[in-house]
């Protein structure tokens, strides 16, 4: 996963037919947390415990898009991006995880996406980004079984009632973030540092995602296109020693390969399997999990922020140490490459982008491949004039689009690219502290104000590519 593109200068077009468009996340924007019969999930939770979130705040109100969604929906056809991608709150839907369908949950997305359709957007549904209803989590959370089939249900409820309009179904963002990232490093909800816990997490995802294929397989129409979305964090070796490239393999195989190859090849990587032997014999996997989750996918998704350099730690620590998302690679250590940061310190990468993308291609047997997130927080501000002048991230993204068109000039199948994030909002353990938006948001008056990057956004859709 180390590939280098140079960018390319001037204007770039982009296919005809390529697929513009933004994504969002329920917990992140939709606040109401208590409204329509929802119940709290373990982020309401979380984001309620001392200390979890940086800057003290909470979903509770967030920006307000369950009771100001026709507002946010006519900015987004204000961009003219064809696509939206959105999740569905699964303690709006099924509130305690279990039962029958919350029926006023399911008619608020109606409602959404019909007002989509009528102003031309496509609705893109994301079945679960990370909301799990708090009474599974009391049951056991992730790393139990039975919540794998929890999912199935509540995909097949949330098909069952929006399927006749909607197209596109994820079933999955981002699983390291629910398993490892929330079970392992404990930087996000529930907060555990239990590493097996964390890559019993990471299975029952994948189980359950396969287990929603099976229900919306069975209930498809023409048209219906189904994929789960992988972050990716391409590992380079910054060392020039065995150990290094050592550390560096494991860290791609607990990051990356851990979810890719049973989605993908159906097996886990096999020096994964001895990486983590002392913590694990996979004796959580039982006989058919993965026919289960390696099954025909119609796209794929892809979110990608930067890569990460890595080299060996000292050999001495223990490398099961709890409190990094690196399970069995806690010795190893990330090295900064000295490139450019966004506001959050994240490398500026689109080079690896352009690598990854060539990577996933030539590894692996590839569906249609979709950047279901790309962006950039900065520390936007309302200037003297009224705007919002974030230079800072047209930049970024004007280089990421050049590296995707790269990507394809290189013969990757990339269908379309999604802006993370359309408006400001709770950024999970960030708290209102990061701003990823095109669309500025003051969280005090919810007034909603689109930055400069909307605009130059706005442009590139009609242009259908980036100018000189």
Same mark, same amino acid.
């Given at each position: ?15 005809? /037919? ?40 909470? /979903?509770?109100?967030?920006?307000? $898009? ?42 608020? %997305? ?17 079945? %679960? ?38 197209? $596109? ?18 930087? $996000? ?13 990471? $299975? ?25 979305? #992988? ?41 994964? #399997? ?35 350099? #890595?080299?060996? /730690? ?33 490398? #500026? ?14 590894? %692996? ?9 790309? /962006? ?66 003051? %969280? ?25």
């Amino acid at each position: 996963m180390n590939k280098e593109s140079a960018q390319p200068k001037g204007s770039v077009a982009f296919p005809e /037919g390529f697929g513009w468009g933004t994504a969002t996340a329920s917990y992140q924007i939709e606040g109401a947390v208590t409204a329509g019969g929802r119940k709290s999930s373990i982020w309401d939770t979380f984001s309620h415990t001392a200390a979890k979130i940086r800057d003290g705040s909470n /979903g509770d109100r967030a920006c307000d $898009h369950y009771h100001r969604y026709l507002e946010d929906v006519d900015l987004l056809a204000g961009l003219g991006a064809p696509y939206y991608r959105f999740s569905l709150a699964w303690p709006r839907i099924q509130p305690d995880g279990v039962g029958k369908a919350n029926q006023e949950g399911l008619d608020f %997305y109606k409602r959404l996406v019909e007002a989509l359709l009528v102003r031309g957007i496509t609705p893109w549904v994301t079945l %679960y980004h990370w909301d799990l209803p708090q009474r599974l989590q009391d049951q056991g959370g992730w790393p139990s079984r039975e919540v794998a089939y929890r999912l199935a249900d509540y995909a097949e409820i949330a098909f069952k009632a929006l399927s006749g309009q909607v197209d $596109h179904w994820t079933t999955l963002n981002e699983p390291i973030c629910s398993s490892l990232l929330s079970y392992a490093q404990g930087e $996000h909800a529930p907060g555990h540092r239990d590493p097996l816990e964390a890559i019993r997490a990471a $299975h029952h995802l994948l189980l359950g995602h396969g287990l929603a294929l099976e229900r919306w397989r069975h209930e498809q129409r023409d048209g219906h296109q189904f994929g789960i979305t #992988i972050n990716l964090e391409p590992i380079v070796c910054a060392g020039p020693d065995e150990a290094d490239r050592d550390a560096a393999r494991r860290v791609d195989g607990i990051t990356n390969r851990l979810f890719l190859d049973p989605v993908l090849k159906g097996q886990y990587p096999s020096d994964v #399997i001895s990486d983590l032997a002392p913590l694990t014999d996979f004796g959580h996997v039982f006989e058919g999990d993965l026919e289960v989750i390696r099954q025909p996918l119609d796209m794929f998704g892809l979110n990608y922020y930067h890569r990460n350099w #890595i080299t060996a /730690g000292d050999p001495r620590s223990d490398r099961f140490s709890p409190g990094t998302i690196r399970v069995g690679s806690a010795d190893s250590v990330v090295v900064d490459p000295g490139l450019p940061t966004t506001a959050l310190d994240w490398p #500026i990468d689109p080079g690896g982008l352009t690598g990854v993308l060539t990577w996933l291609a030539e590894t %692996y047997r590839m569906p249609p491949i979709w950047i279901t997130e790309s /962006g950039s927080a900065w520390n936007d501000r309302v200037d003297g004039d009224g705007a919002v002048h974030d230079s800072d991230r047209i930049a970024y993204l004007d280089a990421h689009l050049r590296a995707a068109r790269a990507a394809i000039d290189a013969g990757v199948d990339l269908r379309g690219y999604f802006v993370w994030t359309s408006t400001d909002n709770f950024e999970w353990a960030l708290g209102e502290s990061a701003r990823f938006g095109l669309i500025y948001l003051d %969280y005090e008056t919810q007034r909603r104000i689109p930055k400069d990057s909307y605009r130059w956004f706005r442009d590139v859709v009609a242009r259908n590519g980036l100018a000189d």
